[in-house]
DNA sequence: AAATTTTCCAACCGCCGCCGC
DNA sequence: GGCGGCGGCGGTTGGAAAATT
């Protein structure tokens, strides 16, 4: 159980698991006079190890107010949801819980929740649906590259005049798409809460996200970056904050950072807030689930299958022929 | 039942920031 | 401001326990 044989020493002090009578040593010590100067406890108490294991002992196990066994499901969703905003801050996470200690979380986060996590196909560094970390990345930069010689809105429609419409209507719906998924990883989240924990109550953060009836409008791929630049830097706020206050009012800043609708398409069936949707209208056509999709237009509108199609080559690099504008051709496709 | 593999978690390690001198 | 000591934090280890073959 330990990283050392039970008997190894390290300049007279001992190290590896502690026995039932060292513990005692270091309760009976503590009770006596109280923890702090860790240097010179073990000493005091007659004990054959350094201060810092001491102190760890004590913080770890031996701490009256510990609470050991199962994590309930009320305290794993909180681990997963600061996990979200913060990052590995262990120590802060540990705060909001109490009787758990940071050691502890981070076990359990380990050994249970990544996996479980990883198992839905989520990230469980970025909390993004797995296949999403690699597109966000690939098509942004893609997106933003000088390649793309865009006019005053990048992606506005009808700022087309050395864009083709429908090219620059795909790149509006590509970002559209992005942009939603990113926002749908909360919904995401909010049924692997529901189907995976058993909360059966609904988030009021996630209510008042999918009832938006006017959200705010993204006009470009330089906004949802900076967009990003923020819930970073709220993930900082966060993570410099042990007030419990502080960092749900935090936790509300980046939730509604991410009440993102971009221009140019709406997803149709978005009205069931625990329903991706699986229909993108946008004006004249739509990205369907079906191979054939209604539309006045065929050339506007995208069968799902054939829309993930443009956005793997997107991501293998095989866009290669561009028009005299430096543009990619989607024709191709 | 024995051997092997996987999982779990207590404890260690190194680094960093704070504080007093 | 520089230095050293201390406490705290996050990453990692390695052996016991559990699961699988």
Redesign the pocket.
């Known amino acids: ?5 039970s008997s190894s020493e ?1 300049n007279g002090l001992k ?4 026995t039932p009578e060292e513990d005692q040593k270091l309760i009976h010590y503590i009770q006596q006079h109280g923890h ?4 010179i406890l073990p000493n005091n108490a007659g004990l054959k190890r350094c ?3 001491c ?3 004590w913080a ?2 031996l701490r009256p107010d510990i609470k050991r066994g199962k994590f309930s499901l009320e305290e794993e969703k909180t681990i997963i949801e600061l996990h979200s905003v913060m990052g ?5 996470i540990a705060a909001n819980l109490p009787g758990r200690t ?3 979380i ?3 986060w ?3 929740i990544k ?1 479980k996590l990883l198992n839905l196909g989520i990230d469980p560094m970025t909390h993004m649906p797995h296949h999403e970390v690699l597109q966000h990345s690939h098509i942004l930069n893609f997106l933003s590259s000088p390649q793309l010689n865009y006019s005053s809105s990048p992606f506005g429609i009808g700022s087309s005049s050395n864009v083709g419409n429908n090219q620059s209507q795909l790149l509006s719906l590509l970002t559209t798409f992005l942009s939603y998924q990113n926002r749908d990883q909360d919904l995401m989240n909010h049924n692997f809460h529901q189907n995976q924990i058993g909360i059966s109550t609904s988030s009021p953060l996630l209510q008042n996200q999918s009832q938006c009836s006017h959200p705010i409008q993204l006009n470009s791929i330089q906004n949802f970056q900076s967009n990003q630049v923020q819930i970073q830097e709220n993930h900082q706020l966060c993570a410099t904050s042990n007030n419990p206050l502080d960092m749900e009012s935090q936790l509300m800043k980046t939730k509604l950072k991410n009440q993102i609708s971009p221009i140019g398409a709406t997803p149709f069936s978005h009205q069931n807030d625990t329903t991706i949707p699986n229909l993108w209208q946008y004006e004249g056509g739509c990205i369907s689930d079906q191979q054939q999709p209604q539309s006045t237009s065929p050339m506007q509108s995208f069968s799902m299958p054939k829309f993930n199609s443009i956005v793997n080559k997107l991501l293998e690099n095989q866009i290669s022929s561009s028009n005299s504008e430096g543009m990619p051709n989607f024709n191709q496709f």
Not at 1 to 5: A, E, H, I, L, Q
Not at 15 to 18: H, N, Q, S, V, Y
Not at 36 to 39: A, H, I, L, N, S
């Open positions: 159980m330990t990283k050392s044989n390290n190290k590896g698991p502690w702090g100067k860790w240097r201060g810092k294991s102190r760890l002992r770890n196990y590995n801050k262990w120590s802060t940071d050691n502890e981070k076990n359990y380990n050994t249970h996996k």
